[in-house]
């Protein structure tokens, strides 16, 4: 059903990630390259959503997280 394609479409990314990796590559190099994908593809789903900041309100809520934990140095 619908679940499996799903399934069945997220193993043939991994798949096919992974056989683009260098030969000499441990497991951790791997779940690190899942990783990073995994985020960028979401990443770019937010924003193709219109779930995105601007650069001036980014900047504004890392200073206000700075402050706020005591580690701006300004």
């Known amino acids: 059903g619908y679940q499996r394609q799903i ?3 997220a193993q043939a990314n ?3 990630l992974i056989k ?6 441990t497991l951790e190099e791997i779940q690190y390259h899942l990783y990073v994908r995994d985020k960028v593809e979401r990443s770019l789903a937010a924003a193709d959503a219109g ?9 504004r809520r890392v200073r206000r997280w700075l ?8």
């Open 51 to 59: 779930r995105v900041v601007s650069q001036a309100e980014a900047e």
């Open 20 to 25: 683009g990796l260098p030969d000499e590559i």
């Open 67 to 74: 402050k706020s934990s005591g580690r701006c140095r300004r």
């Open 7 to 9: 399934l069945s479409a």
């Open 14 to 16: 991994a798949i096919g």
